[in-house]
């Protein structure tokens, strides 16, 4: 399943690895660009409510 995002990235939970759950989730989570002040940010989202699970932002 390649929804253009790596295994770091399925890391809901950030708790440091990502679970066969988490990869599992995947197919129910999007990802799309968000703006936070002037950085340009990716914002995983959930599709059944379109709620953010996360947001990552370059440092």
Known sequence: MDKGYSWVDMDWNQD???????????GDVGVRQVKRGSRDCREYFS?????????VCPD
């Open 16 to 26: 440091g690895s990502t679970s066969l759950f988490e990869f599992v989730s995947t």
């Open 47 to 55: 599709y059944k409510d379109g709620l953010p699970i996360k947001t």
